[in-house]
């Protein structure tokens, strides 16, 4: 079984915990995410499980979803109301049953798979070990919002590595998006695990680096946070530059939050 598989479900069974005492009607309360309600992230996460899980062995099927996807797109239709048209308006309880159900079944076909195998997706194609991680990174990313709206100190563990190691490879990436220039002199990373391990990527520096939390880290490079909003240290034009707009996800390049517009709320 691929370590990232079990992180992956560590993630989303952490999340369950949290949303299982809740009403029917609390799941319609608004996050500071986009005014996703807990309802539109929890159908966003489970729809892109499943056309995660298509990818692994039917080609087509992955190839009509996005297609589909696109074309509703192309048509005007936004994702929270085509998400809520593909799950019958599931909600609630009902849809926390079938999220949860989905993803503990889903885990169990990653056995035995090839880790490099290649997999259709919407940008270019991508491994299974990298499916998997961006599924594990797009839930801690999107469950921000749910833990936010519930004023929930989140419990971080070390599998959020995956988002760091995902955040420092998409450098570039960030850059190549919004149609600049990539910088040659790449951060030095000094991250502390939630564990208390400091984790270290790229070449050390004293003049261009961005240490601190992990999670806090994980927190920027998803867009989950504005960098003021965080007690990481940067130093270093580049460092700041990529902090500013840092997006380790696919798609557009978005702006990141405002300061003080993502938050813990009371």
């Known amino acids: 079984m691929l370590q990232q598989a079990l992180d992956f479900k560590a993630e989303n069974d952490a999340l369950y915990e949290l949303l299982k005492p809740l009403s029917d009607a609390d799941f319609e309360r608004k996050t500071l995410f986009k005014d996703w309600t807990i309802n539109d992230v929890m159908q966003h996460l489970h729809y892109f499980n499943y056309a995660a899980h298509l ?5 087509d099927g992955i190839l009509k979803l996005l297609a589909d996807l696109r074309a509703a797109g192309e048509k005007g239709e936004e994702m929270v109301p085509y998400t809520d048209r593909m799950l019958d308006g599931v909600r609630g309880q009902a849809l926390l049953k079938l999220w949860h159900d989905y993803y503990e079944n889903m885990i169990g076909d990653y056995e035995g798979v090839d880790p490099k195998k290649r997999l259709k997706w919407a940008g270019p194609d991508m491994s299974v070990l990298s499916s998997v991680t961006a599924r594990l990174m797009e839930t801690w990313s999107h469950a921000q919002a749910i833990y936010d709206v519930l004023g929930t100190v989140r419990q971080d563990r070390d599998h959020i590595k995956n988002v760091a190691v995902i955040g420092n490879n998409t450098f570039g990436w960030t850059f190549i998006n ?67 707009v840092a997006q380790c996800f696919a798609g557009p390049a978005r702006t990141p939050p405002a300061a003080g517009e993502r938050h813990r709320q009371s």
């Not at 990818?55 to 080609?59: A, H, N, R």
């Open 178 to 244: 919004r149609g600049e220039e990539v910088p040659e002199d790449r951060p030095y990373l000094k991250l502390t695990a939630p564990s208390g391990e400091v984790w270290e990527f790229n070449e050390p520096s004293d003049s261009n680096y961005i240490e601190g939390a992990a999670a806090e880290f994980g927190q920027v490079v998803t867009q989950c946070r504005n960098i003021g909003d965080t007690s990481l240290k940067v130093v270093g034009d580049t460092a700041t530059k990529w902090m500013a």
């Open 55 to 59: 990818s692994l062995d039917d080609e």
